[in-house]
Structure formats: C-alpha cells, structure tokens
C-alpha cells in the first residue's frame, strides 16, 4: 500500500473536521431528532448548513456538481462526517442516497439522472432502495426475490412487499430490485407518489440515525414506464454489485468516524475522572482498553484504505469490501462497547453520546450483509483459489 492523499483532500479534511465540530456537533441535541432519525426539517436545515459550505454531496460526479472524490479521498472525507450521527445526513453522504447516487452515476441513461439523479445530488429530494424482503423473498439472499414486474403494454406493474427499506419514509425517489417474466431481476425508478407505492409502516429499530426510519413497503399493481428501468433488463443483480461494494465500504467509513467520536470521549473521561486516587486511565484495566481501542481503529483505518485503492484502480474489490466490513464492523464495535465500558454510568445513559453510537452501530454486522455471510463468501473463494492452483 501506497497511500497519498492530496493537499487539496487535506485542505477539504480539515474543513469536514471544523464544520462537523461547529456547526453539527453543536445541533446534537436538536429536538426534531425522532426515534426514527432526524425529521425533514431538521435534515434541510443540516443540508443548508453544508450548501454555504460547500461540502454538500462531494463524492458525486463533477457533472452533477459533486467534487468526484476517489475511494481514497471518500475514506479520508467520510470518516471525518461520521465523527457526528448527524454530519453523514448534513453532507448527504448517507445510506442509501450515497449509494444511490453512485449508482445512478454509472448505470442511469442521461433523461433519468436530469429527472432523478441530478436532485439528489443538490439534496433537494431523498431515494430509498428496495430490494429486502420479509421471508420467504430475499434477504442476504437476493436470489429469492419474490416481488414482480409484469410487463403490460409500454408499462410493468409490480406487485410485493419490502421491509427494513431505509429511508422510504419521505423519500421521492425508490429504485426497485424485481423479478420479471422470464425469471430475470431487473433494477425500476419510481416516484413514490404513484399509485401502488404504500410505505405500510415504520419499523422499530435499534438506530435512529437515518432520516426516513426503516420501512415497510407494499407494491399493490405499481404501474412503472418501461423507459424507466434502470440500466438493461435483467442485469438487476449485476448493478447491486456495482452498487454494493463502495457502499458498503463508505458504511465502513461512516462508522469509523463514529468509533474514533466514542473513544475521544472516553479518553476524555479517563484523563479527568479520578478514582481510588488517581486519574481513571492510569488504571492498567482502564488504560489497555484505550490501547486497544487505538489497535483496532489503524486496523480498521488500514482495511478500509486498501479497498479504496482496490476500488481506484477500477477493479470489482468484491473479497475486498467483504473483508473490510467484516474487520471493520466488528473492530468498530469493541471500540465502541469497551468505550461504553471506560464511562461506565455514562455510557449507559443519555448524557453521552456514546450511549447513542452503540445503539446505532450495532446494526453494522447484519446490514449490508451479515458478517457470516462475507465469511462464507470469503470461504468459497478462497476453496476455489486452492482447488484452481491444484489443477496448474
């Protein structure tokens, strides 16, 4: 690894790392915060604050007014926003629009990212991404897919049901993962305010960082123009690869923030809180867990630069983002747990925020795939790697 981040990303850290620190951390305690994230007024309020900054959107393209960060300079930039839960939704580099946005960027035809993509970017309208299902449809396995798209004249109509949609409630645009007539699933764009389109309900979650909660939606004969497929018909598997490595990846980035934000806090209190006469982090116990909170951070740091440079170099890193999530889902969260740990009762309670990041970051081993199903997937390649170098 050869890792170089240029003046000009420097120069825009250090600004991500002073707004988050007075704009963002500062509206923390906002009330209009909802057990299923931040509302819309609160979240237009946060985009405006990044527009005057000029850190709105940064990883889009810069045909769509985004700054076209690398993978390199997206691990430097969103990590800094992660440090808040608030800074990902300011900078509208949050889960899924992120995704979606990259998304759109690679596969959308021209009259679909004028429409779509191009709002999204100014973070005028928010999208969500349906494609898990309850059972028995697709969960960590997409190819059980249950929802249709049924072709009828220039239109499909799309009959299913999703949960766990982040982000449905509110959002204008959905991009929908269905399964057409020839068994082939295929990638459609929607407004949400079509008939058909039902957000049923929100669900209750453990993280409430995410604007628009986690939802539960129903297609009841979705009628959706087949000019607005995205991409081909039938390469919908195809284009969630294309979409789920960086995603992935950024995730990793996000949380990172957030676990360096729970060790400074826990740093902190042990540099001030005294007990049995001294300072709690002279404590070896106390002291250990700070030094292994600092191990697993450069681990996890490392990881997700190495993706990065696989990702820059236009390679799929499909092994790479799969290890990365693993390490840094599981480093992220000892980092957070033993900072619960060191503030003891206030690690437990609303008066840190530490008590908040746990909350939010244990869904990071199960979202974007859970943690055994990367392992698995990690399995087979590596049988297949040692069954390929028998056969030379």
């Known amino acids: 690894m050869n890792i170089e981040v240029s003046d000009e990303i420097q120069k825009m850290q250090a600004q991500v790392r002073a707004f988050i620190r007075d704009e963002i951390v500062p509206m923390e305690s906002d009330p209009r915060q909802t057990g299923h994230g931040p509302t819309e007024e609160l979240r237009d309020v946060l985009v405006e604050k990044a527009r005057q900054r000029g850190l709105l959107t940064p990883h889009a393209s810069l045909e769509m007014g ?34 979606n946005i990259h998304l759109m960027d690679v596969v ?97 979650v453990m993280d409430s960082c995410f604007t628009g909660g986690h939802g539960v939606v129903r297609f009841e004969d979705l009628r959706v123009p087949a000019k607005d497929i995205l991409g081909e018909p039938g390469k919908g598997f195809r284009y969630a690869q294309v979409r789920l490595a960086p995603a992935r990846l950024t995730h990793c980035m996000r949380w990172l923030g957030a676990a360096q934000r ?76 033993r900072s619960v740990q060191i503030l003891g009762g206030q690690g437990v309670s609303g008066e840190n925020v530490v008590e908040r990041i746990f909350k939010d970051a244990r869904g990071f081993r199960i979202y974007d795939g859970p943690n055994e199903v990367h392992r698995m997937s990690l399995a087979r390649k590596i049988l297949a790697r040692e069954t390929e170098e028998l056969k030379r």
């Not at 960060?69 to 629009?97: C, Q, R, W």
């Not at 999703?162 to 399964?179: N, P, Q, V, Y």
């Not at 250990?288 to 890193?317: K, P, S, W, Y």
């Open 262 to 337: 729970a060790h400074d806090e826990a740093c902190q209190y042990a540099r001030t809180r005294e007990s049995f006469g001294k300072r709690l982090g002279e404590h070896q116990g106390v002291g250990f867990m700070l030094a292994d909170n600092e191990m697993d951070i450069l681990t996890t740091r490392l990881a997700i630069m190495h993706c990065a440079q696989v990702l820059d170099r236009g390679e799929r890193a499909n092994q790479e983002s799969s290890m990365a999530k693993v390490i840094s889902s599981e480093a992220i969260w000892r980092v957070i747990d």
């Open 108 to 204: 959308a035809s021209d009259e679909q990212k004028e429409r779509w993509l191009r709002p999204l970017v100014e973070g005028k309208i928010r999208s969500c991404f349906a494609m898990t299902e309850p059972s028995p449809g697709a969960g960590s396995d997409p190819s059980m897919l249950q929802t249709t798209a049924v072709r009828d004249g220039d239109d499909y109509v799309i009959n299913g049901e999703k949960w766990f949609i982040t982000g449905a409630e509110g959002a204008s645009l959905a991009i929908i993962m269905a399964r057409t007539e020839d068994g082939h699933a295929t990638m459609f764009l929607t407004d949400t305010d079509r008939p058909g389109f039902i957000v049923e309900r929100l669900m209750d």
């Open 66 to 99: 985004g700054a076209g960060l690398s993978h390199v300079a997206k691990a430097v930039i969103f990590e800094e926003a992660g440090y808040s839960h608030l800074g990902p939704t300011a900078m509208n580099i949050h889960a899924p629009d992120e995704g």
